[in-house]
């Protein structure tokens, strides 16, 4: 039997059941709060990316790489940890490489935000306000 590469899939479902082990019971979902606060902040760390690498600004594009890589993994979201990680080890060293890895870092997260949305069940603008 083949074993499934997790990078295929843009979600995995065993990140988000460990998140919702940390439900209590009559509280607010801390899963709906996990996917809203991830969906504000990861475009931010992408923009930070491109702001960074057009800077040459070689720390702030890996603390950006490091700091989605880590909230991605925690959601699931292999590919795009994935490719995070690869961007930080690369680094602003190599635009060319850098450039082409962030356009990469910008799809994944389509997929992920695409396969992650469903995950929720409150509406999308109430759960993803930062107040």
């Known amino acids: ?28 979902s801390i899963l709906d709060k996990i996917i809203g606060l991830y969906f504000v ?7 930070s990316m491109r702001d960074a690498l057009a800077a040459d ?12 890589k880590s909230s991605s993994g925690n959601l699931g979201a292999l590919a795009l940890a994935g490719s995070c990680k ?6 602003a060293a190599h635009p060319g ?7 990469r870092i910008e799809r994944d997260y389509e997929q992920a935000h695409a396969a992650l949305s469903p995950k929720r069940s409150g509406p999308p603008a109430a759960l993803e306000r930062t107040s």
């Open 86 to 91: 690869e961007l930080e080890t690369a680094g």
């Open 41 to 47: 902040d990861a475009p931010r760390q992408i923009l």
């Open 1 to 28: 039997m083949r074993r499934r590469d997790p990078r295929a899939c843009a979600i995995d479902d065993k990140a988000l059941d460990n998140i919702r082990r940390l439900q209590r019971p009559g509280a607010p």
């Open 57 to 68: 600004d070689d720390a702030a594009l890996k603390r950006a790489a490091h700091t989605l």
């Open 97 to 103: 490489t850098a450039g082409l890895l962030i356009t």
